[in-house]
Structure formats: structure tokens, C-alpha cells
T-cell receptor, first 112, second 112 residues
Framework: QKEVEQNSGPLSVPEGAIASLNCTYSDRGSQSFFWYRQYSGKSPELIMSIYSNGDKEDGRFTAQLNKASQYVSLLIRDSQPSDSATYLCAVGRLAAGNKLTFGGGTRVLVKP | SAVISQKPSRDICQRGTSLTIQCQVDSQVTMMFWYRQQPGQSLTLIATANQGSEATYESGFVIDKFPISRPNLTFSTLTVSNMSPEDSSIYLC?????????FGQGTRLTVV
């Protein structure tokens, strides 16, 4: 079992719709959770961080964390073609120097 | 956030040679991280570099193949030694600020 799992996609979403991305992790001691966006040929860019159970909203993005279920998700509202990218879920544990473990990424395609 | 300058941005190298990648940060950081991203894959941590001590390597990565220097709190280098085509990847330098990780623009290495 991979430590951090994501559906590789592609997730095809019509413009203006909601894109829903999921991520599960195996380490129950994980304390920090991140979503990164990576455009082809570019380095990852931090979108959201979340540390406690519940929802966190930032603009069109909402991260949801459920530690009991070891599950973190990202919602992208009003999806735009510019949101087409690979979204990486990353999980960290402070006791391990907060080294991050990345999921395989979900490719999102927003179609006009 | 941090501004991370990484160079070279890309290189094509002959097998058997070595390449040193440089990473400069605009502020002092305790730990710097080196990742590898193979084609179509997610990020894999190579090692963590602390100033004034030996780098800590992850399973599957060894110092002879990936020597790292960390001479001060704003700079690090990663050398990919005795390269083979399997080393063709993107190599990324990363730092953490308030537990959030930020990345350099990456070095795209092709070994022929």
C-alpha cells in the first residue's frame, strides 16, 4: 500500500463546475497536509495547507481533512481552463522533521 | 514564502559524467530538501540537508551517488554522480517555512 494515494485521473471537468480531488494516507501520525498544483514542466506550487479536521476555504479552493478516516480532499469551485494541471497531495509529520510524502498526483482537465 | 533560485534549469549530460545542481534561498533556513521527479511520476525525497552536518538520505539513495553540500543557511548543492539514462529526471530543491514547503523551479536532467 502506498503511503499517500490519489486517483491518477484524468479528471475531466466542464468549465464552471466543481472539481473534487481525493487523497488517502496511511500514517495515522501525520500532522500536516498540503495540496500542490503542478503545471506541465513546472515545479509544484502550494495551493492549500490544512492541519486540523474540517474545512478550510481560500478563494475557489476548499480543503477538507478527516483524520479519523485518513482522508483529505480538495474542491475547486467554478473550475477554469487555467486550473488544468496535476494536483499533488502531500502529507507530513513534524516528528520526522516534517518531511513530506507526496501522492502520485491527479491530473485535472477543465474543458471550456 | 521563500524565493528559491535553482540552476541549471536544464542540462543534457553524457553517461558517466557528473552534474552539480545549485540551490540558493533568499532567507536563512535550517533544512533544505532535495527531491527527484521521474517522468510522469510524483516527487520522491532524496535527502535532507542541514547546515553543518551530513545530509540524511532516504532509502534507496546513497551519498556516493548523490553527494550534497550545505555550506551555509542559504545555499546547497546536489551532485548526480556517474550518471546513467535512469537518472534522467527533474531534480527539485525545497525549503520549509512555517511547515509549508516551497520549491525551486527544478533542474530537468537528460542523460544520453
Amino acid at each position: 500500500q502506498k503511503e499517500v494515494e490519489q486517483n491518477s485521473g484524468p479528471l475531466s471537468v466542464p468549465e464552471g463546475a466543481i472539481a473534487s480531488l481525493n487523497c488517502t494516507y496511511s500514517d495515522r501520525g501525520s500532522q500536516s497536509f498540503f495540496w500542490y498544483r503542478q503545471y506541465s514542466g513546472k515545479s509544484p506550487e502550494l495551493i492549500m495547507s490544512i492541519y486540523s479536521n474540517g474545512d478550510k476555504e481560500d478563494g475557489r479552493f476548499t480543503a477538507q481533512l478527516n483524520k479519523a478516516s485518513q482522508y483529505v480532499s480538495l474542491l475547486i469551485r467554478d473550475s477554469q481552463p487555467s486550473d488544468s494541471a496535476t494536483y499533488l497531495c502531500a502529507v507530513g509529520r513534524l516528528a520526522a522533521g516534517n518531511k513530506l510524502t507526496f501522492g502520485g498526483g491527479t491530473r485535472v482537465l477543465v474543458k471550456p | 514564502s521563500a524565493v528559491i533560485s535553482q540552476k541549471p534549469s536544464r542540462d543534457i549530460c553524457q553517461r558517466g559524467t557528473s552534474l552539480t545542481i545549485q540551490c540558493q534561498v533568499d532567507s536563512q533556513v535550517t533544512m533544505m530538501f532535495w527531491y527527484r521527479q521521474q517522468p510522469g511520476q510524483s516527487l520522491t525525497l532524496i535527502a535532507t540537508a542541514n547546515q553543518g552536518s551530513e545530509a540524511t538520505y532516504e532509502s534507496g539513495f546513497v551519498i556516493d551517488k548523490f553527494p550534497i553540500s550545505r555550506p551555509n543557511l542559504t545555499f546547497s548543492t546536489l551532485t548526480v554522480s556517474n550518471m546513467s539514462p535512469e537518472d534522467s529526471s527533474i531534480y527539485l530543491c525545497s525549503v520549509q517555512m512555517d511547515s509549508e514547503a516551497f520549491f525551486g523551479q527544478g533542474t530537468r536532467l537528460t542523460v544520453v
